[in-house]
């Protein structure tokens, strides 16, 4: 895998990642998207259950706009 972590233009390298998070007996689910070019997160959603459709869907509008 190249590790590239730098982008030259806005929106051509995003970076994802899903953590969970203790809340009482359950858990949450925090979901990050970010920006490379300036390391902003562009989007995040914290989450009941994990929803992998839901996910993807929300990355792809995310690299599309």
């Given at each position: ?18 953590t ?16 490379l ?16 459709l ?12």
């Open positions: 895998m190249l590790k590239q972590f730098q982008a030259d233009t806005p929106r051509t390298k995003l970076t994802t990642d899903i969970y998070i203790r809340a009482g007996e359950h858990f949450v689910y925090l979901s990050v998207i970010q920006n070019y300036n390391n902003e997160i562009v989007e995040w959603h914290l989450l009941n259950e994990t929803t992998l839901w996910f993807m869907k929300r990355w792809i509008d995310s690299v599309g706009t």
